[in-house]
């Protein structure tokens, strides 16, 4: 009996592994939806699952650490969506804020921690059963465009890019109050773009058990790894992630979740000129990047988003000025092929397994 238990245990999980789905979510702007889609595992197709329309429409998506729940703003209303089975989304709650931006969700579910591009600040809100309580508990002014938040693994410090300025904002957090306090120094400067050739902090990677960001350099095209500990940031590495006579202003960067390999977009510019996307291995115990492994084309004009799936087999950019995203199915070494272009919109992309 006692083997006969432990079998039907082992049975379930095989049979909750091999039923486990994967699905891309995308902000359409144009739509003023969320669209799902189901992810085939054998060359990364995208079916569509359902829309969710918001009437007064969508922004940025931000997850949760617990994958149960995304946010993000409807005018000016920051909304909470439940992730329910098979990935089905659900409106919990919103409620009303007087700044709006990117943000992400305390580990325990109580805090908000927002950047606001325009009004250079970043702000802490207060969460109540995973929904905006309508407090805000701290308000701090930085310097120009703030372009991405994120905590340290242990929730102790918040980090926040400043592209303008050139500037990488830190700040000690408080979990039990929320507030943020900054470190001395206050922040980092990157590199000078005319001795480097890339500059300008603008998003954030996560290596989810170091203590190791990676941080794209807007201008120029590059990316830096940076370490940290209780005393603050430090740059650790920096490689260029641009081709010869193909522009670079790079955007976002996503990693594998074997802490493999990382992927960031390199946009084309306003001016035209090739896109592309840049690739880097990692050394998964380390956080450490050991190589820039290829600069691949990517017509995806004006990517701002790069999603890679849970598998590490399939990459996804996606347009919002040609309404696609682009399929790459990643080679074992991390080297691309571009297998599809999809005309299904293009914008903010978040990727779940249920």
């Known amino acids: ?15 909750q592994t091999a039923y486990s789905e994967q699905y891309l979510y995308i902000s359409n702007k144009k739509g003023k939806s ?14 569509l699952v359902k829309k969710l329309k918001l009437k007064n429409g969508v922004s940025s998506l931000s997850l949760s650490q617990n994958e149960r729940y995304i946010y993000t703003y409807s005018k000016s209303e920051l909304v909470t969506l439940y992730v329910g089975e098979k990935g089905k989304l659900t409106v919990k ?28 600040k970043v702000s802490v809100l207060a969460m109540k059963d995973y929904q905006f309580s309508g407090k805000q508990v701290d308000l701090v002014s930085t310097t120009d465009h703030p372009h991405d938040v994120t905590f340290s693994n242990d929730g102790n410090f918040v980090f926040v890019p400043h592209n303008w300025e050139n500037r990488f904002y830190q700040f000690k957090f408080n979990q039990k109050t929320g507030k ?36 794209t350099y807007e201008k120029g095209g590059g990316i830096a790894s940076l370490t940290y500990d209780k005393n603050g940031v430090k740059i650790w590495q ?12 790079p955007s976002t960067v996503t990693m594998t979740q074997d802490c493999r390999f990382l992927f960031m977009s390199n946009r084309g510019g306003k001016e035209g000129g090739q896109g592309s996307i840049a690739v880097f291995s990692l050394d998964p115990e ?11 084309a990517n017509n995806a004009e004006n990517s701002r988003e790069v999603k890679v799936d849970q598998s590490g087999q399939f990459l996804y950019s996606s347009s919002n000025r040609t309404g696609s995203t682009f399929v790459y199915h990643v080679n074992q070494d991390g080297s691309l092929k571009f297998y599809k272009e999809l005309k299904i919109g293009g914008g903010p992309m978040l990727i779940l397994e249920r």
Not at 191 to 198: H, N, Q, R, S, T
């Open 93 to 120: 709650g919103s409620a009303k804020n007087s700044l709006v931006g990117g943000g992400k969700l305390s580990a325990d579910g109580r805090f908000y921690v927002q950047y606001h591009y325009r009004a250079n």
């Open 238 to 249: 920096e490689f260029s992630s641009a081709k010869e006579g193909w522009t670079a202003n």
């Open 286 to 296: 380390t956080g450490k990047i050991l190589k820039k492994v290829g600069v691949y």
């Open 34 to 47: 969320i669209d799902q889609y189901s992810v085939s595992p054998k060359n990364g197709d995208l079916k």
């Open 180 to 215: 943020l306090t900054p470190l001395e120094p206050p922040y980092i400067t990157g590199p000078d773009l005319e001795k480097a050739g890339y500059a300008n902090f603008r998003s954030l990677a996560q290596h989810p058990r170091k203590n190791v960001l990676y941080c």
């Open 1 to 15: 009996m006692k083997h006969f238990i432990k079998y039907i245990i082992v049975l379930s999980i095989l049979l």
